[in-house]
């Protein structure tokens, strides 16, 4: 029988980590722990990852929200439990100000607007606190509240599968003794799983190198993340990959990675850290900069705007690509853009890029000489052509022009997936079916320790 409740009350928080330590998305599982009793899960807990370019984001840019079927009686009980858990185990330090909203029953459309915002460009820490006071039933900060950010866009992001693409991630944890120690996961039971379930996992490996791709480096209590089309695929693989470690609890979210989301509310105009995607003419052929960084001047087509391109090394096989690219290629680039004061320009930062048209290149050589079939040599500026060997002159005789070979393809190119934005949709998700809907199943998440 299923329980009857009063309303839905929609939780998000952000910014609760940094590079020291802590997790938000740990963090939600220990308030999913806390309020599970009291509350009917109407939704898998939602990772949402906004702008990618944010410098001051700590990994991915993610935020957390919950959507919850509630009784009336439990929402300041609820409420205060969240802020209770945000205070006790976010990441204590300068960089860390994490961020609480509520809302009760309908999102208002101002926060879906203000989630579209949070996906492709810059908002302030005022106008979320606007938000938060105009349309939040609760908000709640520490330090200077920039986590409200991600908070309301995590809230107002629904994911509707009618709307938008999604994922699934499902994330296991360390327990605390375990934190800040070399993580044991066996590196060959990750590459069985990824063949085994492929194409409903993706990005568990790099295709290019081998390196296992699933367990982060940092001091956060994330032991490894899976990611995949369906819960319950996730299940089967949180059984073939082996640990050596205990595990302290595991979690299925269900999220934007591997969607484009952000391309897909993005456009081309020039914005310091925002999100771009549009078409680009080729003006000058790519360059290498120390590092293997490659780097190129293009034009925007909606505003002929000249504009710096760069594909960074780790980028590795894409670099080739973009190393072909020549003066009147067009392309439609994916990425974000930053300013770079020593250049006094802007820079697409490359995430991917189509090829839409190849244009033809030609090799000039002076010509040859009508009578003695001489290479020619030029007469001066202005004056032709000589030929060396018998002295014929010609003013207007012209170069040979000779078309050459292209050792380009069009079509859609995107780097390796240990060089890809948690956001960028690799090519294992293509031509997929697309999801009707989603299902809350049973064993979604498990707590294995109470510390």
């Not at 995949?228 to 693989?237: D, H, S, V």
Request: charged share 30%; net charge positive; with cysteine.
């Amino acid at each position: 029988m299923t329980k009857k409740w009063d309303t839905t009350l929609h939780i998000g928080f952000d910014d609760t980590d940094s590079l020291k330590g802590s997790c938000t998305t740990y963090i939600a599982t220990k308030v999913i722990e806390r309020i599970s009793a009291k509350v009917s899960f109407l939704d898998y807990p939602r990772l949402i990852r906004n702008n990618p370019n944010i410098p001051w984001k700590t990994r991915g840019n993610g935020a957390i929200a919950l959507t919850l079927g509630v009784n009336n009686e439990d929402i300041n009980s609820i409420v205060s439990t969240t802020t209770e858990i945000i205070v006790d185990l976010h990441q204590n330090d300068s960089e860390t100000n994490p961020g609480f909203v509520a809302v009760i029953g309908n999102i208002p459309n101002e926060i879906v607007q203000f989630s579209i915002l949070a996906l492709k460009d810059i908002i302030s820490i005022s106008k979320a606190k606007t938000v938060a006071e105009d349309y939040c039933s609760y908000h709640y900060t520490i330090g200077n509240g920039r986590g409200l950010i991600g908070a309301i866009a995590a809230i107002g992001n629904r994911l509707d599968p009618k709307i938008e693409d999604f994922s699934y991630e499902l994330l296991s944890y360390r327990v605390p003794d375990s934190i800040g120690k070399k993580r044991q996961v066996n590196s060959k039971s990750i590459s069985q799983m990824d063949k085994k379930l492929s194409p409903l996992v993706f990005n568990n490996i790099d295709e290019e190198t081998g390196k296992v791709l699933i367990t982060p480096a940092g001091k956060d209590p994330v032991l490894y993340g899976i990611r995949g089309e369906k819960p319950e695929i996730l299940l089967e693989a949180l059984e073939l990959v082996q640990v050596t470690e205990p595990i302290d609890s595991f979690c299925i979210f269900r999220t934007n990675q591997g969607t484009d989301q952000h391309f897909s509310h993005s456009d081309s105009y020039i914005r310091n850290f925002s999100v771009f995607k549009g078409k680009i003419t080729v003006v000058e052929k790519p360059r290498i900069l120390s590092g293997g960084h490659l780097i190129f001047k293009g034009k925007v087509e909606n505003s002929n705007r000249i504009i710096d391109l760069a594909a960074f090394e780790p980028s590795k096989k894409f670099r080739d690509v973009i190393r072909k690219l020549m003066p009147n290629d067009k392309l439609i680039a994916y990425g974000g853009i930053r300013y770079k004061q020593e250049f006094e320009t802007f820079t697409i930062q490359l995430e991917k890029c189509e090829i839409v048209h190849i244009s033809e290149q030609f090799k000039e050589e002076s010509p040859f000489c009508p009578k003695c079939e001489k290479r020619m040599i030029s007469a001066g500026k202005d004056k032709g052509y000589k030929c060396r060997r018998c002295g014929y002159k010609d003013r207007e005789i012209e170069k040979i022009k000779t078309s050459i070979k292209r050792d380009l393809v069009k079509g859609l190119y995107i780097p390796p997936a240990q060089a890809q934005r948690h956001l960028v949709k690799p090519f294992r998700r293509y031509n997929l079916p697309k999801k009707e809907d989603f299902k809350v199943i049973e064993n979604w998440y498990k707590i294995y320790s109470t510390g």
